[in-house]
């Protein structure tokens, strides 16, 4: 099994869910609470640009509408993502990949990319923030994990920066996911924490794979998983769980 350059804990979307999900004020919220690990969503801007966003559509978490897929980054850089969350982080904007690349490296913080593309643009999506990443990386021996639910995003991360490793997604262990990871040379299954078992853990371990579970936000979750010595622990919970203590 290969080294594991990332931190126990990882925290979801910068800092969960106490500041605007996937900015940077995100992310500086979860540094300061101690995490020097964190996990974002990416997909693509209608002219190319990876940005951070979870949804497909934009009303949930900016004042923009639509499809961000549809829209230039030139309009999507001027909406606003933080007003919703409250007015604390009003006028917070949507990040590029370029700029939460910029925070990570210059603090020494490892990311995990989840590639979100928007629908019907799964391998375009896979294959340009492999293509970035290749960019905003080159010569750092540290490297971001990549992770996707879909295995054409996976494969096309895999065509544009092979030398970055993969991790698939998983919500249900439907058939033939094992096949798949191993397919896409993945170094790593990040699995909703409520998969994890000894089976599974023991799974894992015998294809030399890493063990991720999210979104871990109880105590007693933690520990289980932990129990299990796992490999990742993704998370809101940036304030009540202490990445500095490998327990709880």
């Known amino acids: 099994m290969q080294d594991w350059p990332y931190p126990l804990w990882i925290a979801h979307r910068g800092a969960g ?3 605007p999900e996937n900015t940077l004020a995100a992310f500086r919220l979860g540094a300061s609470y101690g995490y020097r690990a964190f996990e974002c969503d990416v997909k693509l801007s209608a002219d190319g640009v990876p940005f951070l966003l979870h949804d497909a559509t934009l009303e949930r978490t900016s004042n923009g509408q639509g499809s961000a897929g549809d829209q230039a980054w030139s309009a999507l850089s001027l909406v606003d ?4 969350h409250s007015r604390a982080f009003a006028g917070e904007p949507m990040p590029s990949l370029q ?8 603090n020494s913080f490892e990311l995990n990319i989840e590639i979100k593309p928007t629908p019907g643009i799964e391998h375009a999506t896979g294959l340009a923030v492999g293509q ?4 905003l990386w080159q010569g750092r021996a540290r490297l971001p994990l990549f992770s996707s639910f879909r295995p054409e995003a996976l494969q096309g991360a895999r065509e544009s920066a092979p030398q970055i490793p993969r991790a698939l997604l998983v919500d249900t ?7 798949v990871a191993r397919a896409l040379d ?10 994890m078992d000894a089976d599974l853990r023991g799974q894992l371990k015998d294809a030399g794979l890493r063990a991720l579970c999210y979104t871990v936000n109880e105590s007693a979750d933690a520990e289980r998983l932990l129990a299990l010595d796992i490999d990742g622990i993704i998370t809101d919970a940036v304030d009540r769980f202490s990445p500095a203590s490998p327990g709880l």
Do not use: D, E, R, T
């Not at 262990?173 to 096949?179: A, D, Q, R, T, V």
């Open 99 to 106: 700029a939460i690349a910029q925070f990570v490296q210059l």
């Open 173 to 179: 262990l439907w058939p033939g996911w094992m096949k």
């Open 81 to 84: 993502a933080g007003a919703w």
């Open 186 to 195: 993945c170094v790593a299954v990040v699995s909703n924490h409520l998969l």
């Open 132 to 135: 970035a990443c290749a960019a």
């Open 17 to 19: 869910k106490l500041a």
